[in-house]
């Protein structure tokens, strides 16, 4: 169990999304919550689950032989670091051909 980002004096820093590409069941280790009010992410395949980061969040085992895949992300606001550093993974070339407009909505400032 873990928090992603805990709140600051503003609110909530991270919202967290989960979308289900498989079936979430508390079989398959579908995402916990709590530890004071445990309760499970559980959903059809194509659902989406969005929960703010400084919950308390996990996963349980996978009992089954099947798969419990899922895309995972999550928004930041704009003062918080990434988790990825996408100036260092961009070449120079890549770098240069972005708008200043595309800079900004990947926290790249004008000095990167």
Same mark, same amino acid.
């Given at each position: 169990? #873990? ?12 919202? !967290? ?7 979430? /069941?508390?079989?398959? $280790? ?5 530890? !004071? ?8 395949? $194509?659902? &989406?689950?969005?929960?703010? $980061?400084?919950?308390?969040?996990? #996963?349980?085992?996978? /009992?089954?032989? &099947?798969? @419990? @895949? %899922? &895309?995972? $992300?999550?928004?930041? @606001? *704009?003062?918080? %670091? ?6 260092? *993974?961009? !070449?120079?070339?890549?770098? +240069?051909?972005? %708008?200043?407009?595309? @800079?900004? &909505?990947?926290?790249?400032? !004008? +000095?990167?």
């Amino acid at each position: 169990m #873990h928090v992603d980002l805990a709140h600051d004096e503003y609110g909530p820093r991270l919202v !967290s999304f989960i979308y289900m590409i498989d079936t979430f /069941t508390e079989n398959n $280790g579908a995402t916990c919550f709590g530890p !004071s009010r445990p309760a499970k992410g559980c959903g059809p395949a $194509g659902s &989406l689950l969005v929960f703010d $980061g400084a919950v308390l969040h996990g #996963h349980g085992a996978n /009992t089954t032989a &099947l798969p @419990r @895949r %899922s &895309l995972q $992300g999550a928004f930041v @606001r *704009r003062t918080e %670091s990434p988790a990825i550093d996408f100036a260092k *993974r961009m !070449s120079e070339e890549t770098l +240069d051909r972005l %708008s200043p407009t595309a @800079r900004a &909505l990947l926290g790249l400032g !004008s +000095d990167t």
